[in-house]
Nanobody, 121 residues
């Protein structure tokens, strides 16, 4: 059993900052890619940022220069530092991780429960 638990969401004024965390726990052999997605009301879930085990990153154009993804492999944790937040960043943010539970099991993409980020004007 694998769990991803997110924290750090909340209400912030435009221009402010938030830091999201997502910790993976349970039966974990290895974790490859980790990432953050978001879903605003009435919209599809979209990739915000991703990071490989080696630290290579990619970002949605809308957040480049404002958001920074990082990870701590020893803690099985991924972070999203969000600066210069805009109203259009308002969404439920989900973390995702590509995890193998054992050396013999296939990798599977696990999701967190989501954390609400609300940016007010």
């Amino acid at each position: 059993q694998v769990q991803l638990v997110e924290s750090g969401g909340g209400l912030v004024q435009a221009g402010g900052s938030l830091r999201l965390s997502c910790a993976a726990s349970g039966s974990i052999f290895s974790i490859n890619g980790m990432g953050w997605y978001r879903q605003a009301p009435g919209k599809q879930r979209e990739l915000v940022a991703g990071i490989t085990r080696g630290g290579s990153t990619n970002y949605a154009d809308s957040v480049k220069g404002r958001f920074t993804i990082s990870r701590d492999n020893a803690k099985n944790t991924v972070y999203l530092q969000m600066n210069s937040l805009k109203e259009q960043d308002t969404a439920v943010y989900y973390c995702n991780a590509d995890i193998a539970s054992s050396s013999r099991s296939p990798r599977y993409g696990y999701w967190g429960q989501g954390t609400q980020v609300t940016v007010s004007s």
